[in-house]
């Protein structure tokens, strides 16, 4: 199955033309019980064809267990960014990236390949003042246009600062934990399992939110 026709074959080729460094696209399957894992591997394999400095790592959520616990993996599947040195940049996305989420998936890896984009000093002074950990869960669905926004927000947050790891999960492959957090619109944003909002809110939404964790 081609997830790519030619026309956006040739779009994305121009993007990831773009990328300034190597990334690699640490993924992680399982042999049972993962419906969508194939699917999975065939797209980010077929998107390394058009992009010459992104290379795919696979991996077995069972039997690579020790890269999986570095990099916090529990699903699959489990897409991990890893720069050009093979550092992990606490950013991941949980089902394939597909759909409107393709979006998100490639502004966060022409981010993590040194295309960074500068956020206003102000937001940046908040996002330095984060000295705790945060962990950011965003629930999405492939069919919503609203969602990569939201990722890109909690990716870029993660990318800035190294207390904070940011998670992208498709609602619909992961219905467990979609029906644990509540998920009853999308994208739903929870804080360190407490602190909860929906919708692609300013980054000063998303800092308000984190900044609760920070208070002693």
Same mark, same amino acid.
């Given at each position: 199955?081609?997830?790519? +026709?030619?026309?956006?074959?040739? =779009?994305?080729?121009?993007?990831?033309?773009?990328?300034?460094?190597?990334?690699?696209? @640490?993924?992680?399957?399982?042999?049972?019980?993962?419906? *969508?894992? *194939?699917? !999975?591997?065939?797209?980010?394999s077929e998107l390394a064809t058009v992009a010459p400095k992104l290379s795919l790592d696979s991996m077995d959520l069972d039997k690579d267990s020790d890269k999986a616990k570095?990099?916090?993996? *529990?699903? @699959?599947?489990?897409?991990?960014?890893?720069?050009?040195?093979?550092?992990?940049?606490?950013?991941?996305?949980?089902?394939? #990236?597909?759909?409107?989420?393709?979006?998100?998936?490639i502004s966060s890896v022409m981010e993590v390949s040194g295309n960074s984009q500068e956020l206003p000093k102000e937001i940046m002074e908040r996002i330095e003042k984060i000295?705790?950990?945060?962990?950011?869960?965003?629930?999405?669905?492939?069919?919503?246009?609203?969602? #990569?926004? @939201?990722?890109?927000?909690?990716?870029?947050?993660?990318?800035? +600062?190294? +207390?904070?790891?940011?998670? &992208?999960?498709? @609602? =619909? *492959?992961?219905?467990? &934990?979609?029906?644990?957090? +509540?998920?009853?619109?999308?994208?739903?944003?929870?804080?360190?399992?407490?602190?909860?909002?929906?919708?692609? =809110?300013?980054? %000063?939404?998303?800092?308000? %939110?984190?900044?609760? !964790? =920070?208070?002693?």
């Open positions: 199955m081609k997830f790519l +026709n030619e026309e956006v074959a040739k =779009q994305l080729e121009g993007i990831f033309g773009g990328m300034k460094d190597d990334v690699t696209v @640490a993924l992680f399957t399982r042999e049972e019980d993962c419906e *969508t894992c *194939t699917d !999975t591997m065939d797209f980010i570095e990099y916090g993996v *529990t699903m @699959a599947p489990s897409l991990v960014l890893l720069d050009k040195d093979k550092n992990y940049k606490r950013i991941k996305f949980n089902g394939v #990236p597909s759909g409107h989420e393709i979006n998100s998936f000295d705790k950990p945060v962990n950011i869960k965003l629930f999405v669905t492939l069919a919503c246009p609203h969602c #990569p926004g @939201a990722v890109e927000k909690a990716h870029k947050l993660a990318l800035e +600062n190294p +207390n904070i790891h940011a998670d &992208m999960i498709e @609602a =619909q *492959t992961f219905y467990d &934990m979609s029906e644990k957090y +509540n998920v009853s619109s999308v994208p739903k944003i929870v804080i360190n399992d407490e602190f909860e909002f929906v919708g692609n =809110q300013p980054l %000063e939404v998303f800092l308000d %939110e984190i900044e609760k !964790t =920070q208070v002693a």
